[in-house]
């Protein structure tokens, strides 16, 4: 089964700092990866997602991803957080297909990174 | 605005007692997902759908039902409720053409 591993539990930053969240799936074949984020209180907002093609990924917010398939990886960075970043962040994997294809469409989560940004 | 809407926002209910969430999409989506949210452990797959009348189990199914009786509602229901049971439930739906995924807004329960 697909796992997904974050990092980081708890990020802690002051602003004008880079980010980086580290995010790793178990499974090398064809595969999906989104981040998404929550704001205290909302639900899950798409950062920005992977398919195929430039292994660098733009999302919203000056956010974005890099997916390095060698290392089953797909990390989260962002040059300069504001106070407004401070939120927790889930890398989530889409994949593998089996045979079946049951598996197609079903995300798997990692564990969730709490980023807080100090003004 | 469309999108999916969960019902109640919050709950708080005796074990033992049973209880449904409700997840409604206009959307058109075939295939809809419960998640539940705890903390460290991030969101997992309780149930999902993949088009109406055809449901299937997730990670975490155990304690759970769902039905899938047309395209638009996806309710969850605990028929027993239990302390662990304590979470925040999240109903998503994917449009299978684009793989794009729209989240609702999330049921806080807390079993007591």
Known sequence: AQSVSQHNHHVI???????????????????????YVQYPG???????KYF????????????????????FSFNLRKPSVQWSDTAEYFCAVNGPMNAGGTSYGKLTFGQGTILTVHP | TAGITQAPTSQIL??????????????????????????????????YSNTAGTTGKGEVPDGYSVSRANTDDF?????????SQTSVYFCASRDSGTIAYTFGSGTRLTVV
């Open chain 1, 13 to 35: 930053l002051s602003e004008a700092a880079s980010l980086e969240l580290g995010c790793n799936y178990s499974y090398g074949g064809t595969v999906n990866l989104f981040w």
């Open chain 1, 52 to 71: 195929s093609g430039d292994p660098l990924v733009k999302g919203i917010k000056g956010f974005e991803a890099e997916f390095i398939k060698s290392k």
């Open chain 2, 75 to 83: 309710p969850l229901t605990l028929a027993s409720a239990v302390p």
């Open chain 2, 14 to 47: 005796a074990a033992g007692r049973s209880m449904t969430l409700r997840c409604t999409q206009d959307m058109r989506h075939n295939a809809m997902y419960w998640y539940r949210q705890d903390l460290g452990l991030g969101l997992r797959l309780i149930h």
């Open chain 1, 42 to 48: 909302q639900h899950l907002q798409l950062l920005l």
